[in-house]
């Protein structure tokens, strides 16, 4: 396994150590464990969802791209 160094202001740094589930726990596992469960959908899942939506009428560019906000 190849390890990086990554700067980090301190304030970042401290942030992470209150998301540790236990003191032993690596930051790299901690941000690993932040990214998997990022709630945010990507704009591609946004446009699959909205693809399953039953439209009524047909939405302009801006409509969509203001919906597209609104679930984010």
Same mark, same amino acid.
């Given at each position: !396994?190849?390890?990086?160094?990554i700067q980090l202001?301190? &304030?970042? @740094?401290? $942030?992470?150590? =209150?998301?540790?589930?236990?003191? +032993?726990?690596?930051?790299?596992?901690?941000?690993? @464990? !932040?990214?998997?469960?990022?709630?945010?959908?990507?704009?591609? &899942? =946004?446009? +699959? !969802?909205?693809d399953k939506i039953? $439209?009524? @009428? =047909?939405?302009?560019?801006?409509?969509v791209v203001a !919906?597209?906000? $609104?679930? +984010?």
């Amino acid at each position: !396994m190849k390890l990086t160094t990554i700067q980090l202001k301190e &304030e970042t @740094r401290k $942030q992470l150590e =209150v998301k540790k589930l236990h003191p +032993r726990e690596s930051y790299d596992e901690v941000i690993h @464990r !932040m990214l998997e469960s990022e709630s945010i959908p990507s704009l591609e &899942e =946004v446009f +699959r !969802m909205g693809d399953k939506i039953r $439209q009524k @009428r =047909v939405y302009t560019t801006a409509e969509v791209v203001a !919906m597209t906000h $609104q679930l +984010r």
